[in-house]
């Protein structure tokens, strides 16, 4: 698939990951559909993509409301053309321990609205999205890719119930749709991060960074422009389809 002049939507586009990936690919010409809660954050992400050559357009949306994301997709492609891909990039964290315990006796335990404010925005989120690109994609012919952003965190990591199930349940759902939509000309592959140079990454303590990029085989965090990198290659090559490429620096959880 080309990415100069085709539309790309990207969810979280506000900062971190998703600015990266704007940022990249109007670089390389094409017309890309920011789509954030933070309206602030996104509209000053919206004119550092407008040093593209494609156009850029903002929406405030919320992932998990169903009628928001079908809104959302009708208007992207009104205003940008038909939908030629999607980053699901859409997450947040809500970090806890199961239970915990302190001389038998249980003192915390992770909450349901931590658990479910993680599934709707991290999962059910990245199915709304993506049952509207493909939606789009089919009703209008194109062909197209959808891009999961899942992580290495899948395999499960202490703390991170809500957050692992997340994003076991998008690397499913991205070898589920590749299988489903394949029939359409539409591809479906994810990106498995580690840790990356995000805003949340710069705030740790400094041992607890230390102690971070120590476990990482290469001895450093990633680059958020190695990550765009990476998408721009699932976009450009056709034969990607049905894997999750972990991009972790050799790091597994």
Request: glycine share 12%; proline share 1%.
């Amino acid at each position: 698939m080309e990415i100069k002049d085709n539309t790309f939507v990207i969810t979280g586009g506000a900062q971190g990951l998703g600015k990266a990936i704007g940022i990249a690919l109007s670089a390389q010409g094409a017309n890309v559909a920011l789509v954030d809660v933070n309206q602030a954050a996104l509209e000053q992400t919206e004119q550092e993509c407008q040093q593209g050559a494609g156009q850029v357009k903002a929406y405030v949306a919320n992932v998990a409301d169903e009628q928001q994301v079908d809104d959302l997709f009708s208007a992207i492609e009104a205003d940008l053309g038909s939908i030629a891909g999607l980053v699901n990039n859409a997450g947040i964290l809500r970090d806890g321990l199961l239970v915990k315990a302190k001389e038998g006796v249980v003192t915390d335990r992770l909450s349901l609205e931590q658990w479910q404010s993680v599934i709707d925005v991290n999962l059910t989120g990245v199915f709304l999205c993506g049952r509207a690109a493909a939606t789009k994609m089919i009703e209008s012919g194109s062909q197209g890719a959808i891009i999961n952003i899942s992580s290495i965190s899948r395999a499960g990591n202490a703390g991170q119930s809500n957050y692992a199930a997340s994003k076991a349940g998008v690397a499913a759902l991205t070898v589920t749709w590749a299988r489903e939509l394949a029939r359409y000309g539409i591809r479906c592959a994810a990106i498995a991060p580690g840790v990356f140079e995000t805003e949340m990454v710069a705030s740790m303590k400094p041992e607890a960074y230390d102690r971070i990029v120590g476990a990482i085989p290469i001895a450093r965090t990633g680059q958020l422009d190695e990550l765009a990198d990476t998408v721009a290659y699932i976009l450009g090559n056709d034969y990607v389809n049905g894997r999750i490429i972990e991009l972790d620096g050799g790091l597994r959880l």
